[in-house]
């Protein structure tokens, strides 16, 4: 059976959803759905793979190291904790990850790519039997179907088996500009599920995104992948071999510190690039697997209220929340009353220190107050 290892991306501030979302517990480690963290959420929802490795790898920052392994030990796994030295985005992050599982088997230390069938079109002459494919998830995006994202999975292991880098595509809803888009070409071998990407695209404006969605040949890019750790190394020192081979030497450098593995200062050499731009916007070798799950990546606080279950009248309330006569607002109040009386489409979130009112479409702006409070009171950051 081919092993999949899960690969949890626990990076970024996700500071729009400010003020619960702060510097030193960003979002992954809140529990925005349910009484789980998203981190819990992320590698749960994965686990329910009958491939996959029950020893994650989790990727973060220093300051997050401790909150990770102790999420982790909560929901009873102990997983691989590799710290950067500083944030390089996905495509270092990424690759280095693929060479620590490749030398941490015994068959996995010559690390050579294997070859193309030459004229073929598509990879060939490869053999996957002692290379894990690695699953690549943001620690903090919301899929409301597990059972539909594990079928997307098995069905993507198929042609990531084979060699190729697969991501998931995610079945719009609606027009939406603030996403990239991958737009489907032919279907895989026998007419399967999947599609080799004909084509990634930045962020449209509105008309463009309409047009998108009217096609039916987009899908929204979701930021998640699986490939071999050998086939996404091959492709990576094809297009980017400066990430390749800092990326290497700092996981031949990678410390050992108890539940930790350290990365070698060379990862501060690597560019800073996301795999979109490093690789699968370049590969021949992209393929992509639709997925209509309930997905969100939480990038705001409306965005959180259209995906959770609501009233009557549209509003999601959490904690001790009363409304009355208010329509399409998110309430979040953990620990004291708040009243709302005869507002629509407001957002209203409690914490410790700080209480943020908004309508819904400033959403964006909370970005700039964060903006302003790191010149003038970082300590509510």
């Known amino acids: 059976m081919r092993v999949v290892i899960p690969v949890i991306l626990s990076g970024g501030s996700g500071t729009r959803l400010w ?11 809140l529990p925005l759905v349910n009484e789980r963290t998203m981190l819990q959420e992320t590698y749960l929802r994965a686990a329910e793979l009958p491939e996959l490795s029950r020893e994650p790898i989790i990727v973060c920052n220093e300051a997050h190291r401790f909150l990770v392994g102790e999420q982790m030990r909560q929901i009873g796994v102990a997983p691989r904790i590799v710290l950067e030295p500083e944030g390089r985005n996905t495509a270092p992050a990424i690759a280095a990850v693929a060479w620590i599982a490749l030398r ?32 690549v998830l943001p620690a903090d995006h919301v899929i409301l179907d597990t ?24 079945v719009p809803d ?64 094809e297009y980017a071999g400066d990430i390749a081979r800092a990326s290497e030497l700092a996981a031949k450098e990678a410390i050992p ?16 690039n996301s795999i979109d731009y490093a690789v699968m916007e370049k590969t021949r070798f992209a393929a992509v697997v639709p997925l209509d799950a309930g997905w969100s990546d939480v990038g705001s606080w409306p965005s ?35 009243v709302l009386i005869g507002l629509d489409d407001c957002v209203v979130i409690d914490s410790a220190d700080a209480v943020l009112v908004m309508r819904r479409d400033e959403a964006q702006s909370v970005k700039h107050v964060v903006e302003v409070l790191q010149r003038t009171r970082p300590s509510y950051l």
């Open 174 to 237: 609606r027009p939406e500009t603030g996403y990239g888009y991958v737009r489907k070409g032919p279907p895989g071998e026998g007419g399967a599920v999947w599609h080799r990407v004909e084509q990634f695209v930045e962020k449209p404006d509105r008309e463009t995104a309409d047009a998108y969605v009217r096609s039916g040949e987009y899908l929204w890019n979701s930021g998640m992948f699986l490939f071999s750790a050998r086939r996404y190394l091959e492709e990576l020192r």
């Open 147 to 170: 059972e539909a994202f594990v079928d997307a999975v098995r069905i993507g292991m198929e042609p990531a088996s084979k060699g190729y880098l697969v991501t998931f595509g995610i």
């Open 304 to 338: 959180l209220h259209d995906i959770l279950e609501k009233d009557a009248e549209g509003n999601v309330l959490r904690g001790d929340v009363i409304a009355q006569g208010c329509r399409n607002c998110y309430v979040f109040s953990p620990d004291r009353l708040v």
């Open 19 to 29: 003020p619960l979302s702060r510097q030193r517990r960003p979002k992954q480690f």
């Open 257 to 272: 510190d108890g539940d930790f593995t350290r990365l070698g200062r060379a990862f501060l050499t690597a560019p800073s």
């Open 104 to 135: 941490s088997g015994e068959k996995f230390a010559s690390g050579v790519a294997a070859e193309r069938s030459p004229g073929s079109g598509a990879p060939g002459g490869f053999d996957g039997a002692n290379d894990p494919l690695l699953l």
